[in-house]
């Protein structure tokens, strides 16, 4: 597999609970992916601002609960590229997915190993591409 399974979370049924953090600055896309991936079993860590996401990636037990990181490419005072390099230096395994509105932005990612979906993301292939991210993982 790409990324090597690094934790298992339970939940009290027993199944495992994959937990996603969410970051970006729009009060109003984040309440609707956050719903969205609620909605689709799982569990999400939102953050507004790059700095708040690292710091939620050096806390412990947090950091190694994380099986997906999605960004926006505009971030207050960051750029998600420069996020993505920060976040690989405390979890270079765990997949990271990048939305935002300029399709020229995507090729930032590759050398970075990470994923694009360029703006207007539609839910169903965000949805897709995280449950494809997390069945690598496994």
Do not use: W
Not at 27 to 42: H, I, P, T, W, Y
Not at 82 to 92: D, G, Y
Not at 104 to 132: M, S
């Amino acid at each position: 597999p790409r990324f090597p399974v690094l934790h298992r979370c339970e939940t009290a049924a027993g199944m495992c609970m994959r937990q996603i953090l969410l970051i970006g600055n729009n009060a109003v896309r984040l309440r609707v992916r956050e719903k969205l991936l609620r909605d689709s079993g799982f569990s999400v860590a939102v953050a507004t601002t790059a700095e708040s996401a690292l710091a939620l990636l050096r806390t412990e037990p947090f950091a190694s609960t994380i099986t997906v990181i999605i960004a926006d490419h505009e971030l207050p005072r960051a750029q998600a590229p420069e996020f993505v390099r920060r976040a690989r230096q405390l979890t270079p395994v765990v997949p990271i997915i990048a939305t935002g509105a300029s399709s020229a932005a995507a090729h930032q990612y590759g050398e970075l190993d990470a994923t694009f979906c360029p703006e207007p993301c539609p839910p169903q292939e965000l949805i897709y591409l995280v449950r494809r991210l997390t069945a690598e993982a496994a």
